[in-house]
């Protein structure tokens, strides 16, 4: 499956944004999707993650309270809705697919978008 994620920018401290995540060569249905961010000198730590076949969602501490994962599998697309952004959330955020279920390790996600920026501003 090929991934493109899209939707990042530069966003005032305090505002939402919403990353878009479309997926391409194989059955969407198929996988699960999660959401990784780098920041710059920084591990890729997990974000968010929605399991494939009942779209149960899990959250990690970046993401939690003020991020919303989400699907839409007939237009074949991930989405991240993020609110109440700060200057901790500016980084490269990407989407990732795994067969199976929810997981929250980099290392188990087979595919791989090529990222988008979100640069959050004050």
């Known amino acids: 499956v090929q991934l493109q994620a899209s939707g990042g920018g530069l966003v005032q401290v305090g505002g939402s944004l919403r990353l878009s995540c479309v997926a391409s060569?194989?059955?969407?249905?198929?996988?699960?999707m999660a959401w990784f961010r780098q920041a710059p000198g920084k591990e890729r730590e997990f974000v968010a993650a929605?399991?494939?076949?009942?779209?149960?969602?899990t959250y990690g501490d970046s993401g939690r309270d003020r991020f919303t994962i989400s699907r839409d599998n007939a237009k074949n697309t991930l989405y991240l809705h993020m609110t109440s952004l700060g200057p901790e959330d500016t980084a490269v955020y990407y989407c990732a697919a795994k067969h199976s279920g929810l997981d929250s390790l980099r290392e188990n996600y087979e595919f791989w978008g090529q990222g988008t920026q979100v640069t959050v501003s004050s």
């Open positions: 929605i399991r494939r076949w009942d779209s149960g969602t």
């Open positions: 060569g194989d059955t969407f249905e198929d996988y699960s």
